[in-house]
């Protein structure tokens, strides 16, 4: 079954604002990864994040990690309508080669 | 760079039908994937395959779901017969850097099982 999930799972913000999403999990992870959906479309990568790593950051983007809680965040600042999707917390399971995906929040960013 | 090629792009079928799908990695990337996912939901791997080798495919429904990577380039993944349940969008990925670590998707076939 599909472990940890998405946090809201729907967010609706202003064009401008800042947009938080939250990734919880149960288990040990070797590395996290956040991804974006556009609708009737394919996954495309957004960041990685390593069990020992705390932050990283991608143009918008900023990703935390506490592998003490077991959870990461998603920041995207300074929302645009294009960044209009579902986002997706994957975790490479500790022990495991499998990848395994939240169910997903759909964020809209209104113009 | 060219992505991950899949197609169809859409297929409509009754049930007990038969229905494959196809995919092209990413030149040069090793590691293939199937997920599934079903409307809602996030995507479900599988199958993973590592050059024409299975890494794991223990969430494949056997009894009516094949897979293979030929020459560990492209890859066919197969329904046979189907179910109403698996009406999906079946998307294909590839990696290069290490097993699991930034897959690149496919644009995915939506799947309808009447």
């Known amino acids: 079954s599909q472990q940890g999930e998405e946090d809201p799972q729907a967010l609706s913000i202003q064009e401008g604002e800042n947009a938080t999403m939250n990734c919880s999990y149960k288990?040990?992870?070797?590395?996290l990864q956040w991804y974006r959906q556009n609708s009737g479309r394919g996954l495309v990568h957004l960041i990685l994040?390593?069990?020992?790593?705390r932050e990283k950051h991608s143009g918008r983007l900023r990703v935390t990690l506490d592998t003490s809680k077991k959870s990461s965040s998603l920041l995207i600042t300074a929302s645009r309508a294009a960044d209009t999707a579902s986002y997706f917390c994957?975790?490479?399971?500790?022990?495991?080669?499998?990848?395994?995906f939240g169910k997903g929040m759909k964020l809209t960013v209104n113009p | 760079e060219a992505g991950v090629a899949q197609s169809p792009r859409y297929k409509i079928i009754e049930k007990r039908q038969s229905v494959a799908f196809w995919c092209n990695p990413i030149?040069?990337?090793?590691?293939l994937y199937w997920y599934q996912q079903i409307l809602g939901q996030g995507p479900k791997l599988l199958i993973q395959f590592q050059n024409n080798g299975v890494v794991d495919d223990s969430q494949l429904p056997k009894d009516r779901f094949s897979a293979e990577r030929l020459k560990g380039v492209d890859s066919t993944l197969k329904i046979q017969p189907a179910k109403l349940e698996d009406s999906a969008v079946y998307l294909c990925?590839?990696?290069?850097?290490?097993?699991?670590?930034?897959?690149?998707f496919g644009s995915g076939t939506q799947l309808s099982v009447l």
């Open positions: 994957a975790r490479l399971q500790g022990g495991s080669e499998k990848l395994v």
């Open positions: 288990t040990s992870i070797n590395n």
């Open positions: 990925a590839s990696s290069l850097v290490g097993l699991n670590e930034k897959l690149f």
């Open positions: 994040i390593r069990s020992n790593e």
């Open positions: 030149s040069g990337h090793a590691t």
